[in-house]
């Protein structure tokens, strides 16, 4: 059953604001891909502050058009499309659906945005595969630790030296 304008109007607001809200959409080619495994990355999106969106792409067109994002032809893309909006950090987002899409042959990321600019399949995979925020965070604070910890260390190895000196020197005193 074809859908009405109102509803039409209705699906491209919800697109717009959508596109508005996200730090970033990946878009995926989902053919044939059975209701049960949708579903199943609908859940592992929710735990990513992230949301799967399928509508017709003439509507992802508009939407897009309307926002100023780079144009994308998503006419190009044989079958259709689904847009996941990250709404938070987009690694944990598009980390989730590259790890479903090599589990299930029939979802496939077609590319995606980040920001407002457009990236390919490849920069987002690469992105998908960074470690998370918090990962990244640790290790820069490591990092920025490990020479403060090495001069402690040397500074406390003078000071054990200094004091074992002394002491050996009370001891010839006596």
Do not use: C
């Not at 996200?22 to 859940?43: G, H, I, Y």
């Not at 990250?86 to 479903?100: E, G, L, N, R, T």
């Not at 630790?145 to 020197?169: E, H, I, K």
């Amino acid at each position: 059953m074809p859908l009405t304008k109102e509803q039409k109007q209705n699906i491209l607001k919800d697109l717009v604001d959508k596109f508005k809200r996200a730090k970033a959409a990946v878009f995926v080619d989902f053919n044939k891909l059975p209701v049960s495994k949708t579903m199943e990355l609908r859940r592992n999106l929710k735990a990513a502050d992230a949301e799967y969106k399928v509508a017709k792409k003439t509507l992802i067109d508009r939407a897009l058009k309307s926002e100023h994002f780079e144009n994308v032809d998503l006419d190009s893309f044989k079958n259709q499309v689904g847009v996941v909006f990250s709404y938070a950090d987009p690694v944990p987002a598009a980390s989730s659906v590259w790890k479903f899409s090599k589990a299930n042959d029939a979802l496939k990321i077609l590319g995606g945005f980040l920001g407002i600019n457009w990236q390919g399949k490849e920069k987002i995979i690469a992105l998908a595969k960074l470690p998370s925020r918090e990962i990244l965070l640790g290790q820069f604070v490591r990092t920025v630790a490990s020479p403060l910890s090495g001069l402690a260390n040397v500074l406390q190895g003078n000071m054990r030296d200094l004091v074992g000196v002394l002491n050996n020197l009370k001891g010839k005193r006596s």
